[in-house]
């Protein structure tokens, strides 16, 4: 119990550290300032969720004594209570039996993703009243901090093409948080999986990430999502950032698939390279990717190239 203490104390400072690095401005601090979950995740996974819960306060107290009650509530709710709650949820398992014997099946990787997803738009959803309480007063703050931010770039005064630089920018940056978000949160939890792996301190087996699979229902909340857009004031809003990071949650099972699929062919590597590389260039390629993520859930596509394939041969 002493043990789980003092992690859970050591993990919350670094935490914090993590967080308040954000203060320097420079691009490293940024950088650091989102893998603040990192020793949360770690301290949960490595050791139990009650450590990773109580770094989860420890940090929160510390930044709310530095900064006020303000970073307090924003670091429990924004950063530590969604990494306690994936970890936690990563370590549930249950007992199952196969051929005669038990084992332990633990919570979907998929599940997971999605999690991470919700989250992620929740988090979004809920920071949106610092800009405006109705879609007009939203849509008014966030052009005036896009001109604020263009004004100090460009002194010289605003051109047409800024304006509609600032009108895509006021449309797109709402969901594109989400999807960031949702990047970040499953980044930090594979990592800090990796780490207590490699600290032979995680008890859940590596999953096959290449077999990753979604619930039979996410096509269909897809869907709904999309289909909110079209409701009035914020409502629209908030449905948009649901759908882009469920999108995002679509478009991670894509690349798996893809992972999946490709498997075996010549020039694997050179056909993911490229795959990850238009994506992390241009952007858009990913909605391709969740497309292709919708089309597995509805028609299992790596079963179909699988039973196409055949056996796996075996060299003589």
């Known amino acids: 119990m002493i043990q789980i203490f003092l992690v859970g104390l050591g993990a919350g400072a670094a935490a914090a550290l993590l967080f308040a690095s954000v203060a320097t401005g420079s691009i490293l601090a940024t950088l650091l300032f989102y893998l603040a979950p990192l020793p949360i995740l770690i301290a949960a996974l490595g050791w139990n969720h009650w450590t990773g819960l109580i770094a989860g306060f ?12 303000y970073f307090f509530t924003a670091f429990l709710i924004g950063v530590a209570l969604p990494a306690w709650w994936l970890a936690y949820l990563a370590l549930l398992a249950r007992p199952v039996g196969t051929n005669g014997s038990m084992g332990l099946e633990w919570y979907p990787t998929g599940r997971l993703v999605l999690w991470a997803a919700i989250i992620s738009a929740g988090l979004v959803i809920v920071a949106i009243p610092n800009f405006g309480t109705d879609k007009e007063t939203l849509q008014a703050g966030l052009r005036s901090v896009f001109e604020r931010a263009i004004r100090l ?10 304006e509609r630089l600032i009108d895509i920018l006021v449309a797109a940056v709402p969901p594109a948080a989400a999807v960031f978000a949702t990047v970040i949160n499953m980044f930090n939890l594979w990592l800090a999986g ?23 229902f996410v096509p269909a909340l ?15 809003v908030f449905f948009g950032i649901l759908a882009a990071s469920l999108l995002m949650a679509c478009a991670i099972l894509g690349f798996a698939v893809l992972h999946a699929v490709t498997r075996g062919m010549n020039h694997r590597g050179v056909a993911l390279a490229i795959a990850y590389v238009a994506v992390f260039v241009f952007g858009w390629p990913v909605l391709a990717f969740s497309l292709l993520g919708i089309a597995e859930v509805i028609f299992n596509i790596r079963a179909r190239v699988a039973n196409k394939r055949g056996p796996p041969k075996v060299r003589t």
Request: net charge positive; glycine share 14%; proline share 10%.
């Open 153 to 162: 770039q460009m002194p010289g005064g605003s051109r047409p093409d800024t």
């Open 222 to 236: 897809v869907g709904a999502a999309i289909a909110g857009i079209l409701l009035p004031d914020l409502a629209g």
């Open 58 to 69: 420890t940090a929160a107290a510390a930044l709310g004594a530095m900064f006020g009650f």
């Open 194 to 216: 990796r780490i207590v792996r490699v600290s032979g301190r995680l008890r859940r087996p590596w999953p096959n990430l290449s077999a990753l699979t979604l619930p039979a």
